[in-house]
């Protein structure tokens, strides 16, 4: 089922992108006079087809990793005298231009009005109060503390760790040290530094924070058993939902997290643990069962779950919301900041300065699509926005069989007073398939390494 759930919404994450994408092409074409054949989202045989009144068949392929606008062009077929005013090829190269910007430009477009949709309506985030620090991580020698909260980094204000995360690897990838305005616990404010040093081999990491030896603060769950699976070793020792554990071979018991660690680290071994019960002592013994964890190991399990108090998070929960007119703003710095990071990054990984399992392919796009679909409209919506922002950013690249690529050839026109010959294009258009097969074979390679390790 969950298999069936990640597929549906790759499909359903493409086919909105590249609709989005391809409309853009379809959209300004017929607004400057060009007569378009087809509009296709995905390639091979069609599953569904239909005609217009507008002369366009639109089509609905198996394919869905793609798409295309096919629109009349004496360089591919013939065309009817009373028709060539309507061709492609045939038009000013401003008019050509705007055909080919168009598609990146919805993308981006797309992205914008996402994120004007979320901040309008309110995006729930987790407040940027620190936790944990790590001893001697880069965050301890710079002098955070827990309960930090985080105000500023660098230009860039805070209002959630989603934000926190987005600025400070926005200006990690700047290679100069970052200033941190935060809030301590007693109220006073500070500013602490992360050098540049540091933040050069971490700057484009998906697990920065982490990384620099931060960890968000979360709420401190009691460790109150709330349900117990039949058959397994919780229900055989005895334990019963509202019990509340005191403490496991005599060592006190803090939280939920610190006794499912203690748990975790002793299978098939006996646990002597002290509980109360409806206000009353009891001395239980449980072994853990051993189960095989992710990484080949073992780990103890006894099948026991935790009671969650219903207002757990809304100590930890923050809202960005802004007004209309302010999120139309926000919006399209947020989208700008986004693009202009990716370009960073794929700069970082030309020059070696950057991994390339930065590099997602299809297999990684779709288990975030089933995954941030799993959390919710918000969560896919703004993997939505990302993806959206990344097909406009890489298809202005300027390789040859891309949108970029054909700005290429206008630019090119534009200078010599006259088109690149075909045969010069060819063979540029061999040399952007190969290098397209060389990044989508590299994606895969990346994709399959995260998949099996």
């Known amino acids: 089922m969950d298999l069936l759930f990640t597929i549906v919404a790759f499909i359903v994450a493409l086919g909105i992108l590249i609709a989005v994408h391809e409309f853009g092409h379809f959209w300004v074409a017929r607004r400057v006079g060009i007569k378009v054949l087809r509009f296709s989202i995905g390639f091979g045989r069609p599953l569904l087809r239909w005609r217009g009144g507008d002369e366009t068949e639109y089509v609905i392929a198996a394919i869905p990793l793609g798409g295309y606008v096919r629109m009349l062009d004496e360089r591919e077929a013939a065309v009817d005298e009373a028709e060539r005013h309507r061709a492609f090829n045939r038009q000013r190269l401003w008019k050509r231009t705007a055909v080919v910007v168009a598609g990146p430009l919805f993308n981006l477009l797309f992205a914008v009005l996402a994120y004007w949709g979320l901040f309008v309506a309110g995006d729930t985030g987790l407040r940027p109060v620190i936790g944990e620090v790590a001893a001697k991580s880069v965050a301890a020698e710079a002098g955070f503390a827990p309960g930090d909260e985080l105000l500023r980094i660098g230009d860039r204000p805070v209002q959630s760790w989603e934000t926190a995360l987005f600025a400070l690897t926005a200006e990690a990838l700047e290679g100069k040290a970052v200033a941190v305005q935060v809030r301590e616990q007693d109220g006073a404010e500070a500013m602490r530094v992360l050098p540049a040093a540091a933040l050069a081999a971490i700057a484009e ?159 990684t796009i779709a288990e975030t699509a089933g995954r941030t679909a799993s959390y919710g409209l918000d969560a896919f919506v703004k993997f939505l926005a990302v993806v959206s922002i990344s097909l406009g950013v890489l298809n202005l690249l300027p390789i040859p069989m891309l949108d970029g690529g054909h700005l290429v050839y206008f630019l090119i026109e534009w200078v010599k007073g006259s088109p690149l010959s075909e045969g010069a294009q060819l063979q540029a258009q061999k040399f952007g398939l190969v290098v397209l097969a060389g990044l989508m074979s590299l994606a895969f390679y990346v994709d399959l390494s995260r998949l099996f390790g």
């Open 205 to 363: 990491s998906p697990d920065l924070v982490d990384r620099l030896g931060l960890e968000p603060e979360r709420p401190r769950v009691a460790p109150v058993i709330g349900r117990v699976v039949a058959g397994e070793p919780a229900e055989q020792a005895g334990f019963m939902p509202g019990d509340r554990i005191l403490s496991a071979d005599g060592v006190v018991i803090a939280g939920w997290r610190d006794w499912v660690d203690w748990v975790r680290e002793r299978p098939q071994t006996p646990i002597t643990v002290e509980i109360l019960r409806a206000g009353e002592p009891l001395s239980l013994t449980v072994i853990p069962r051993a189960v095989e964890d992710a990484e080949g190991g073992r780990t103890g399990r006894i099948g026991a779950g935790v009671e969650m108090p219903e207002d757990l998070m809304a100590d930890y929960r923050v809202e960005v919301h802004y007004g209309p007119i302010e999120a139309l703003g926000k919006a399209a710095d947020k989208t700008l900041d986004t693009s202009v990071m990716m370009l960073k990054v794929v700069g970082r990984m030309l020059v070696g300065q950057a991994s390339v399992e930065n590099l997602s392919g299809p297999i």
